[in-house]
């Protein structure tokens, strides 16, 4: 006959003077209340939130743990609820800490050498979770931990409901490896919220509090016992669980920077840090100056862009929004995420070239210095301009000249020859401080990169350059970006406006132009991607050898900036401004004045508009039909044209190349006689002497160039010299060899 066991009356009074003495005494094992557990509990990831509280970003600060964030007991699935309570603690809605009928079982089988569940109730784990006193060891809890680890289950029941301590138990029992709590566990093994756990799942979970880092095996095996519990009466197919069981435990899907604005959480947490926040003390969440709409939009529409783009080698992109007013980042996509192979690169802030984007800020620099306006003539023709390093040949993107254009014409249809000109006028070193005071990172002074600097050689950041844009757009008035949201001030004081760093009158003409969808038609045509129904000043851009593609542009409120290529640096495949990054800046452009109107500035003080016309060119009609112009006060003109009593007198000609001091070397790749040097020169009734001797007449003329120092005159009809230039030529002179016909 089997022997019945129970606590007697004397044990149970034996144990309870146990209790109530070490209740009495100092506690070692008094708790916070829930309240003060709840609000201690730190995820071991970072919620990085909108400007209005929704989540973007979760990004893991913690690597000791994986720990999600606090679960209400009303968002675990009922089915999870039932098997933990099965699982661990079938009598937790009727005890009072202390499960005495479980207690008095595994004291029996102890007795005997029998394998039976412990007595340790939900309450007692609890206890023993939270507080580090009270935490089992590798050996087994002592039996000073097991008397307090009572108390404290007394205690809390007393305390606390017991909604509340089976909530706290689910946020902060271990189940496997790393993982603590039910917000980890479900969002790394099944990939959802514990809300949605089903019967197998929460069985799967229910085995895993018992055996943690068991083999997946005894898991599956007691997952089938739970779930036969939870299911009375159903038919369990263990099998199919066991397979089931193998394959989530082994799941790490868990992802460490999970959401949609990765590159813009890490930043926000790097400033965070840099402030002087220690990382063991990151936030549980912070607020982002983002816009969740309009960062899920910039993500998809960038993304199926490159997806169209992806036969012409192009996978990565950036996009940055900035709020003129302000400066806070309204989205920020550093990358193009799956699309890309260096996905953690962000292109928000990587350095680039930036290819025609640099003039704007050039030309607003020349109207503020008055060297030009914005119908000044410059001449869109071949140059050749002599460096410490030799001569600087710049070209236009379809190698094609356009003669004499007004600036307005240049800028906006990007023409690259007169920005050339236009930075002779302003020097290199003067722009690279203006750049430099406008945020632009540049590493090496002005004249280091020389007169390529006006056609984008030196490297920039998407956002500095954005912000650069966002500096003419607020009239000159240049201000910082920010990323964290900050709390409004509890009064609002009127800000100090700093002066302006850039003349609002050459911020507001380089508006006009590049809001001008006429001014662009030599290069974009009439039908271009960069016109909207709204009010929008844009410029693209496009760095050498096609390796990044630009558009950056203001409305009346808003700054875009997009970039688009590869972040290893290949280069793309036929891809113009208009194709690469302008289509996604004028959707995101029409996205954010969907209902919100968009209207040209207000001209400032110290501007005047007036009628301008133009003189003929080489074929006698205008070089550009008559227009009103906007002028910096005291600049205005009614006519530009060429000084044609200047071109027709030959005592005023000049050669245009070769630079004097030109170093020629001839290549012995190719045959010497189909090896030319192009002379150029300006003014009429013009020759050519070369060492003294007659070459050709005309403006142009050839060269066979020959080993030896040469000197290249210009004369009148007269043969009065009129210039010169000194070459030399080095390399192997032409040699017919012998039998070679002629």
Not at 205 to 221: C, D, K, S, Y
Not at 577 to 601: D, Q
Not at 613 to 630: K, V
């Amino acid at each position: 006959m089997p022997l019945a066991f129970s606590f007697s009356s004397t044990a149970r009074h034996t144990l309870a003077v146990v209790l109530l003495t070490a209740a009495a005494a100092p506690s070692a094992w008094a708790l916070a209340s829930f309240e003060e557990v709840k609000r201690d509990f730190r995820s071991s990831e970072t919620a990085v939130l909108d400007r209005q509280g929704e989540l973007l970003q979760r990004v893991r600060t913690d690597p000791s743990v994986r720990r999600g964030q606090w679960t209400a007991l009303a968002d675990v699935s009922p089915a999870l609820r039932a098997a933990m309570v099965l699982s661990e603690d079938k009598r937790f809605y009727e005890h009072s800490g202390v499960d005495w009928r479980a207690a008095s079982a595994a004291a029996w089988g102890n007795l005997w050498n029998t394998r039976t569940r412990g007595a340790s109730t939900i309450t007692m784990q609890l206890a023993g979770l939270l507080d580090d006193d009270l935490r089992r060891a590798a050996g087994g809890r002592s039996f000073t931990q097991k008397i307090g680890q009572t108390v404290a289950a007394t205690q809390l029941e007393r305390r606390w409901r017991k909604d509340q301590i089976l909530e706290a138990y689910l946020n902060t029992v271990p189940f496997r490896g790393e993982i603590v709590g039910i917000d980890a566990l479900s969002r790394t093994l099944f990939s959802k919220a514990p809300s949605g756990l089903d019967a197998r799942e929460a069985a799967v979970a229910a085995a895993l509090v018992r055996a943690p880092n068991a083999r997946p095996a005894l898991v599956a095996q007691r997952a089938c016992e739970v779930l036969r519990v939870m299911e009375p009466g159903a038919k369990t197919d263990c099998e199919a669980l066991d397979m089931f069981t193998s394959a989530v435990v082994q799941r790490r899907a868990f992802e460490p920077n999970e959401g949609i604005a990765p590159h813009a959480a890490r930043r926000v947490l790097r400033e965070l840090r840099d402030a002087g926040n220690d990382k063991a003390t990151a936030p549980t969440s912070v607020r982002t100056t983002l816009r969740a709409p309009l960062q899920r939009y910039a993500l998809d529409s960038l993304q199926r862009h490159l997806r169209e783009l992806r036969d012409r080698h192009v996978e990565d992109g950036a996009l940055v929004v900035l709020d003129n007013a302000s400066g806070e980042v309204l989205a920020w996509v550093g990358s193009s995420g799956p699309l890309s192979q260096a996905a953690e690169v962000d292109g928000v802030t990587a350095l680039r070239q930036p290819g025609s984007t640099l003039k704007p800020l050039l030309y607003a620099q020349a109207l503020a210095e008055k060297r030009i306006t914005a119908a000044s003539l410059i001449e869109d023709s071949s140059a050749q301009i002599s460096t410490a390093s030799g001569l600087y040949i710049p070209q236009n993107y379809d190698r094609r000249f356009k003669g004499p254009v007004s600036a307005r014409t240049a800028l906006a249809a990007s023409l690259n020859v007169p920005a050339v000109r236009t930075l002779v006028m302003v020097s290199p070193e003067a722009f690279a401080r203006e750049l430099r005071a406008a945020g632009l990172p540049l590493r090496e002074s002005g004249d280091y990169y020389g007169y390529s600097l006006a056609l984008g050689s030196a490297e920039v950041s998407l956002l500095s350059l954005a912000n650069a844009y966002r500096m003419v757009a607020n009239g000159g008035r240049f201000g910082a970006t920010t990323l964290t949201a900050r709390p409004a001030p509890a009064t609002k004081a009127k800000p100090v406006e700093a002066a302006p760093l850039l003349d609002p009158r050459a911020a507001f003409i380089v508006s006009d132009i590049l809001s001008d969808p006429n001014a662009r038609t030599r290069t974009f045509g009439l039908d271009s991607i960069l016109s909207t129904r709204f009010w929008t000043a844009v410029k693209t851009g496009t760095s050498k050898d096609m390796r990044d593609n630009w558009a950056v542009g203001w409305s009346q409120r808003y700054t875009v900036g997009v970039w688009v290529g590869n972040a290893s640096g290949a280069s793309m495949w036929d891809v113009s401004g208009t194709s690469g990054a302008a289509p996604v800046w004028a959707e995101v452009m029409r996205f954010l004045h969907a209902r919100e109107p968009s209207r040209a500035p207000a001209p400032p003080a110290g501007l005047v508009e007036a009628r301008v016309s133009f003189g003929p060119g080489a074929d006698g009609s205008p070089l550009e039909a008559a227009r009103s112009e906007w002028f910096l006060q005291g600049t205005e003109q009614p006519l530009f044209a060429l000084d044609t009593g200047m071109a027709s007198d030959a005592a005023s000609a000049r050669i245009t190349a070769p630079a004097d001091g030109t170093i020629l070397a001839l290549d012995p790749d190719i045959p010497p006689q189909r090896q030319r040097v192009r002379f150029e020169s300006e003014g009429r009734g013009v020759q050519w002497r070369i060492d003294g001797k007659f070459h050709a007449r005309g403006n142009s003329a050839q060269w066979l160039p020959w080993p030896g120092r040469h000197l290249i005159e210009l004369v009148d009809a007269s043969g009065k010299v009129v210039d010169q230039r000194r070459v030399e030529v080095r390399g192997a002179g032409v040699v017919a060899a012998k039998g070679a016909r002629r």
